[in-house]
């Protein structure tokens, strides 16, 4: 059965996120016929993506560019999105699960009367019907969902479906959507936007993340694993514990509450491992623990473990990351 | 004020997953009302002390999600609404519909809910609640201001901060660093427990009975195990050495 697939792309900082090429490799191969397209929603400067967005299987590139979208307003993203999957008859419609895919997807979901599917790790064609794999209590299980309906929204988790080779020279017909936004139609505006993530490395897509738990002992304790990230190119994350403790920011928590993370190599110091903190990472593909506590917990999900203080091992680390990979 | 909260009844964060025959076992877990719904239901509770009014907690689910209604009149909330006909529970696209049937005929200022449910994780319910409303909605808050009917929140976007302005009916979702939930006292447990629930029927809530979950579930399963790996023995430099060295050619991860 064909289906006409449209990935939103997701920006973040004026850049595109590898998640929108994720989603566009799945999306050729569901499309069974059917045809890939993009959608970009932004303030300006749209033109500059629509040749990645080709190269990763888009076949229409629909813009709506309007200042009404320089951030995301819910009501604007809503009423362009709307109107391009009307334009594009689209079937199923991927978004990032990012702050803003997860939240625009079940706004538009409930527009349309739709079904949608959240977080997903994994998409199949099984008989016809699009089968969608996504975790459940923050990935202590799975399940394989159906959703019905010939309109389905599904947000996608970043660092796990395949991304394809990109076609080099490949280019897509742009076509430009307009829609009228004015301001008294949008229900909330942004006065201002803190930017407070550091380092630059985003943690929900980062390949490495060297996170730390209340072992580090002070807001301080973090600084020798910012180093290590920084040699690294990682993003550091926290556990409940180290944000419990006012040792860092709510944001860079992982676990079951806060982010659930998969990144090829997940470094946990001075983690002991609880259980809700384990849902939220354990399916990273190579873990290493440090930790002084032989005893630990996360010893029993780690490949490779240190029994040690990580205020020895982790400048340690770093040095002689620095030289193996100079 | 009119102030609502829309809330879930979960597992407990410390409880392990067993699938048998195909589902998640609920036999002997620990149920707790959904942690991100505890900062709604502070939440709430701030907001009537400062600005007067009532707190009602509303939920979809069946007859032991009762215990997280209980849990949230404990806390201070006053009024509960138990919706637990078996034929109403499903899908998010299911309960919001169910909900905003609830929400059609009564008078709002705000509704809150956690920003998701850390069994499903889905976050979808709350946020199609208000478009199925017509209200607005800000998710994933970590400050809520309300003077009047002009409301700023501080939005949590993955990481970064968004002040967003608003006015009130509005539905927010909630994020952790928020507030600090209190724990409900021994008088109000106590109260709580003789509090008559409020158990509207599909009928009183006027639902189309033809409405059906639109996303189902057809298998649940557990992730391959992991088995514990290598503890590297030596000095702290030969460790160090050699976890280099295994990320590097065992693992190729850098």
Redesign the interface.
């Known amino acids: 059965m064909s289906r006409n697939v449209l990935v939103l792309a997701d920006l973040?900082n004026g850049g595109l996120r590898n998640v929108t090429f994720e989603a566009l490799s799945a999306a050729k191969k569901l499309a069974e016929g059917g045809s890939v397209y993009a959608a970009i929603l932004t303030g300006s400067g749209a033109a500059a993506h629509a040749d990645a967005l080709a190269q990763y299987g888009a076949q229409k590139v629909f813009v709506v560019e309007n200042a009404a979208l320089e951030?995301?307003v819910?009501?604007a993203y809503?009423k362009a999105l709307e109107a391009v999957i009307n334009e594009s008859k689209a079937n199923v419609v991927f978004l990032a699960h990012?702050?803003i895919g997860?939240?625009l997807?079940?706004?538009l979901?409930?527009?349309f009367?739709?079904?949608?599917?959240?977080?997903i790790i994994g998409v199949e064609v099984d008989g016809g019907n699009l089968?969608f794999t996504r975790?459940?209590?923050?990935?202590?299980?799975?399940?394989?969902?159906?959703?019905?309906?010939d309109l389905v929204f599904a947000t996608v988790r970043p660092n796990n479906l395949e991304k394809s080779e990109p076609e080099a020279g490949k280019t897509a017909e742009v076509v430009n959507v307009s829609v009228e936004l004015p301001a008294d139609s949008l229900?909330?505006?942004?006065?201002?936007?803190?930017?407070?993530?550091t380092g630059g490395v985003?943690?929900?897509e980062a390949k490495?993340i060297v996170s730390g738990g209340r072992g580090v002992k002070s807001a301080d304790g973090f600084k020798p694993l910012q180093e290590l990230a920084d040699v690294?190119g990682a993003a550091v994350g926290a556990s409940r514990g180290a944000?419990d403790a006012d040792y860092c920011?709510?944001?860079?928590?992982i676990g079951?509450?806060?982010k659930?993370v998969t990144p090829?190599?997940y470094i946990a110091c001075g983690i002991s491992g609880a259980?809700?903190h384990l849902?939220g990472m354990?399916?990273s593909?190579?873990?290493?623990a440090i930790n002084k506590d032989?005893e630990a917990p996360i010893?029993?999900?780690?490949?490779?473990?240190?029994?040690?203080d990580l205020f020895?091992?982790v400048p340690?680390?770093t040095e002689?990351?620095k030289k193996?990979?100079a | 004020m009119n102030i609502f909260v829309a809330l879930k009844q979960t597992f407990d964060t410390e409880e392990k997953i067993v699938v048998e025959n195909g589902s998640v076992k609920e036999d002997g877990v620990r149920f707790v009302l959904n942690p991100y719904d505890e900062y709604a239901v502070e939440e709430a509770i701030k907001l009537r002390d400062e600005l007067g009014g009532q707190v009602t907690v509303v939920t979809v689910g069946p007859e032991r999600a009762q215990e997280a209604l209980r849990t949230a009149l404990a806390m201070g909330a006053d009024e509960a609404v138990h919706i637990t006909d078996e034929a109403l529970l499903g899908d998010e696209y299911k309960v919001s519909n169910v909900l905003a049937s609830y929400f059609k005929d009564k008078e709002f200022d705000i509704i809150l809910t956690g920003n998701q449910a850390v069994d499903s994780g889905s976050g979808q319910t709350a946020v199609r609640l208000a478009e199925l409303l017509n209200i607005a909605h800000i998710s994933t808050i970590t400050k809520l201001e309300i003077n009047g009917t002009d409301v700023v929140a501080h939005r949590d976007a993955e990481g970064d901060l968004e002040v967003v302005g608003a006015k009130l009916p509005l539905l927010v979702t909630c994020q952790q660093g928020l507030n600090d939930p209190r724990y409900p006292s021994l008088i109000g447990i106590r109260k709580a427990n003789k509090k008559p629930l409020e158990t509207p029927s599909a009928g009183d809530l006027g639902v189309d009975a033809s409405l059906a979950s639109k996303a189902s579930v057809k298998e649940t399963f557990l992730p391959a195990a992991k088995s514990a790996g290598r503890i590297l023995e030596g000095d702290n430099g030969q460790r160090v050495t050699e976890l280099v060295n295994l990320l590097k050619n065992e693992a190729k991860v850098l």
């Open positions: 973040r951030n995301y819910p009501d809503a990012s702050a997860r939240d997807a079940p706004k979901a409930a527009r009367g739709a079904g949608a599917v959240s977080d089968t975790p459940i209590y923050a990935g202590k299980a799975f399940t394989k969902n159906v959703v019905e309906g229900r909330t505006f942004i006065k201002e936007v803190v930017k407070k993530s985003d943690l929900s490495i690294l944000c920011d709510y944001a860079l928590q079951q509450t806060g659930v090829d190599l259980i809700q849902a354990s399916n593909k190579v873990i290493v032989p010893f029993k999900v780690a490949d490779y473990g240190i029994v040690g020895d091992i340690l680390l002689e990351l193996a990979l």
